[in-house]
């Protein structure tokens, strides 16, 4: 029985050296092979457990809500631009609670003029005038109403010359409704009219791509319009959102920084009429200067794109956003062309419009291939003086030997004087 105890013991030490030594120990089971390629993208790599916060989502809504606003009041004092915003289901059903309360405030003052004056008592009496010719009723009050603010009189019901609080209901009827009428209906209008709905025609590339372009290194995405109908004036601009701490330890979140991408050139003045590649040279004043392609997927960044411009067939100014984050950008890609020559024309490919394509890029951040650069020239100038001092030290050397040989023969010369005198 010891025997055994200790052959136990000695059985448990071994397996435990051997999980620490090797801790991968557990046997996976045999899956399918869409699940083991799924299987590290769900547990190996840290950018999958790690959610980036977006600030404007690829359809470009901001992912921002207002909290704790206590002056509601200011929405009032701007009641025309709270219903354009308002969602259409809110809309519809305010535009007709207005109309429907008109109608029955009005509908209920004309009843209670014909039930102040008696006119309810002598229904179908020849002799007697009411103020509303055939008003019987509510119903009939609120028919009436509705044919008055309507304009639609369809000569059944008729006012009296007899009323005078009748004439004057008439008319505050009247201006009330057409003021109603213009705002309820001015609103409808904008509401369908909105340049929202043509941003949504305008598409941005899924990913952005960084990749060499006339010797530099830049960050490229793609544009596009769906419609023939242009955007007339269209420009775009980037932003980088990232989190900042100044030097004063201040820390400011979601610090936004611009990216050139045209504005001292022109280049971000777009005619778009086909799909457009936007570039920005990654330079000493890029934001990208220092990253390199090991680097970026450790950054914590989003870059918002916005494309601005006026409708052409409406002369609306619209604005369409998206935004792409540190997994969306590919380093060493470059995007398919889209644009083909037909017979006379020019086609566009929108099925290729999102496509990418892999190229030689270095892995190295900007800065460090300037560096580079830079070191690859120094050599060569340091050659080029060395030899220019080599060839200064043989030419002093030389001109030291020569002395020394023409004093060799000076002193020789001297010698065989003496000798011939003596």
Not at 97 to 118: E, K, Q, S
């Amino acid at each position: 029985v010891c025997l055994f105890l200790m052959a136990a013991n000695v059985l448990d030490e071994d397996s435990m050296e051997q999980d620490i030594e090797s801790p991968v120990t557990i046997h996976q089971p045999k899956l399918p092979k869409q699940a083991r390629e799924d299987l590290p993208k769900n547990i190996n790599k840290e950018c999958a457990k790690r959610k980036i916060q977006r600030y404007v989502r690829k359809d470009g809504k901001c992912n921002v809500h207002h909290g704790n606003v206590r002056e509601t009041y200011r929405y009032l004092t701007d009641i025309f631009t709270t219903l354009v915003d308002l969602k259409w289901r809110f809309n519809l059903l305010i535009f007709v609670m207005v109309y429907t309360v008109t109608w029955l405030f009005f509908g209920m003052i004309w009843w209670l003029i014909a039930y102040m004056r008696g006119d309810m008592d002598h229904i179908g009496d020849s002799t007697w005038t009411p103020c509303v010719s055939n008003l019987n009723g509510f119903v009939s009050a609120f028919l009436f109403s509705i044919e008055t603010e309507t304009t639609i009189g369809y000569g059944y019901r008729v006012i009296t010359d007899k009323c005078p609080e009748g004439i004057i209901l008439l008319l505050v009827q009247s201006v009330l409704g057409s003021i109603v009428n213009a705002f309820m209906v001015g609103c409808m209008f904008v509401k369908i009219s909105q340049p929202k709905k043509r941003a949504e025609t305008l598409v941005f590339s899924t990913n952005a791509v960084i990749s060499m372009r006339d010797g530099k290194l830049c960050l490229m995405f793609r544009v596009g319009d769906l419609r023939n109908s242009h955007i007339v004036e269209a420009s775009i601009r980037a932003k980088l959102i990232k989190s900042k701490q100044t030097k004063e330890g201040e820390f400011i979140p979601l610090n936004q920084t611009d990216i050139n991408v045209g504005y001292y050139t022109g280049d971000d003045r777009l005619f778009l009429v086909s799909p457009l590649i936007i570039s920005h040279e990654i330079n000493q004043q890029s934001p990208f200067w220092e990253i390199s392609k090991a680097q970026l997927p450790k950054e914590e960044l989003e870059i918002v794109v916005i494309l601005e411009g006026m409708v052409e067939a409406t002369g609306m100014t619209c604005q369409a956003r998206s935004s792409y984050i540190t997994s969306e950008i590919l380093w060493g890609y470059r995007f398919t062309p889209v644009l083909t020559l037909e017979d006379g024309f020019y086609e566009v490919d929108y099925n290729s419009f999102h496509e990418t394509y892999e190229t030689n890029t270095p892995v190295y951040s900007a800065k460090e291939l300037a560096e580079m650069a830079s070191r690859a020239e120094l050599p060569l100038t340091w050659s080029v003086s060395s030899k220019l001092d080599q060839h200064a030290e043989l030419e002093t050397e030389e001109e030291e030997k020569n002395q020394e040989d023409q004093n060799e023969r000076n002193g020789d010369v001297a010698n065989l004087e003496n000798e011939s005198k003596v």
